[in-house]
């Protein structure tokens, strides 16, 4: 049953990141189909993380609630039929709406991929061996998806997806054990309402801002999304039984994984999203080329997460994620080499790489034995809104420093770029120092009774 489940959950996983990262490679292909003006482009690459991130935490707290195994297969029927409408889309608007249900189903299987998979095996050896092969199905996701999206015509993969998506489904409904939380909890409505009208709004106003200058609409998007999560907050504190209530951050291990996961987003998943948009224009890189050399970061994350399983169990998550962080603070900074070639780029996200591996199966451990056993679909919600929402901040921010105005001449684009790859690596160095604080604070923190 363990094997089953891992291989689902991480199965699912991959399908997931596959249905994000194609964009980086079909941006140009899907946009001249659909007419798309350069707003219409940056909708088209933030949509999904509009659904995932809005749902995710949402979605693992109705896990814990409601069956993990229901929604995990509920979500990847979702994940199928956005992606068949993207597929048949005319326009840019349906095409976003078709994303934005792609990230709503993704976000119903990464939440639970995680809490089944800590049902599934009791912390130990086996569990870190299963995060690991998690977080490898998360690289491979990233990776594969836009060296698919390279070889097939774009409408063809998204209807792949579709294909997958039920497949998924039907493995999910027969191969999967149902759980729950075993103690239900009062749903919190108005959390789970300000939280996802908080994030939507906040990042609709994000892919507005890209575009330079910023209008009144994208101010009253960025204030009103601000408005909703300071509720969202105010509502945690409040009432009895909150989604995310701050008593689950007493854990220093939630904190660190939490903290790794926002840095990750703002770090080096936002840098790889621009990338491939900057290669082009500085060393006339295609498409497929810009592929491989991500390949570089998520190739090389696949083999070191699997590798983290044979790190000691007596080293705790909070100095695996620093560790891990600081590695990829420096592969990072050899971004700003990016102007010598692609193969100075190559050498940086292969040691970017390095670890990621690492960061991604601690954080799969992390995000589970950090709550309560019944509260597993929530911390996987929490790690993952984290990352999710990191990233569209992140991408915001590279665009802006890269190119403000959209269209600018090769020495304008590497010296935003980078400025852009500082920012991203301080976020990465500030997320290792808060790990590591967070280890040392652990290590003086009595375990819960009830660690899962």
Excluded: K
């Excluded at 001249?32 to 933030?46: N, Q, T, V, Y």
């Excluded at 814990?64 to 509920?74: N, P």
């Amino acid at each position: 049953m363990a094997r089953r489940t891992v291989a689902v959950a991480s199965l699912g996983t991959a399908l997931a990141l596959v249905s994000y990262t194609a964009p980086l490679a079909t941006l140009a292909p899907i946009a001249a189909d659909l007419g798309s003006s350069p707003s219409g482009r940056s909708w088209i690459l933030s949509s999904m993380s509009l659904g995932l991130t809005a749902v995710l935490l949402t979605a693992g707290t109705l896990a814990d609630r409601l069956g993990r195994r229901a929604v995990f297969t509920t979500g990847a029927v979702v994940l199928a039929l956005a992606s068949a409408g993207g597929a048949f889309a005319t326009g840019t608007a349906g095409f976003v709406a078709g994303r934005i249900g792609q990230g709503v189903g993704a976000a119903a299987v990464v939440a639970c991929s995680l809490a089944l998979i800590g049902h599934a095996l009791p912390p130990g050896p086996r569990r870190s061996a299963a995060t690991g092969l998690w977080g490898a199905a998360l690289a491979a996701g990233i990776a594969a998806g836009p060296l698919l999206a390279g070889l097939l015509p774009w409408r063809v993969l998204y209807l792949a997806v579709a294909v997958a998506g039920l497949v998924l489904a039907v493995a999910g409904a027969t191969l999967l054990t149902e759980s729950t939380a075993g103690r239900p909890r009062p749903v919190d409505v108005a959390g789970m309402v300000l939280l996802a009208a908080g994030l939507a709004v906040l990042l609709a106003g994000l892919t507005q801002a890209r575009r330079l200058p910023v209008t009144t609409a994208t101010v009253v998007l960025l204030v009103a999304g601000a408005v909703l999560l300071a509720g969202f907050v105010v509502v945690q504190f409040t009432v009895a039984h909150p989604m995310a209530g701050p008593e689950l951050f007493r854990h220093p291990g939630l904190v660190a994984a939490t903290v790794a996961s926002l840095v990750t987003g703002l770090g080096i998943i936002s840098l790889s999203s621009y990338l491939p948009a900057l290669l082009a224009p500085v060393h006339g890189t295609a498409p497929a080329t810009a592929a491989l050399l991500l390949l570089g970061w998520s190739g090389t994350s696949i083999v070191t997460a699997l590798l983290t399983r044979r790190i000691s169990e007596r080293v705790t998550g909070g100095v695996r994620l620093g560790v891990g962080l600081l590695v990829m603070t420096a592969g990072q900074l050899g971004l700003l080499a990016t102007g010598s070639g692609n193969g100075a780029v190559l050498a940086a996200l292969v040691v970017v790489g390095v670890g990621t591996g690492v960061v991604n199966a601690t954080l799969g451990r992390e995000a589970v034995a950090s709550v309560p056993p019944d509260r597993a679909g929530t911390g996987s919600g929490i790690n993952n809104t984290s990352r999710y929402l990191g990233a569209a901040v992140g991408v915001t921010v590279t665009s802006v420093l890269t190119s403000p105005a959209g269209d600018e001449p090769v020495p304008v684009l590497l010296a935003g770029w980078h400025v852009a790859v500082l920012v991203a690596t301080g976020f990465t160095l500030l997320g290792a120092l808060v790990a590591l604080a967070c280890a040392r604070s652990a290590a003086r923190t009595p375990v819960p009774a009830r660690q899962g």
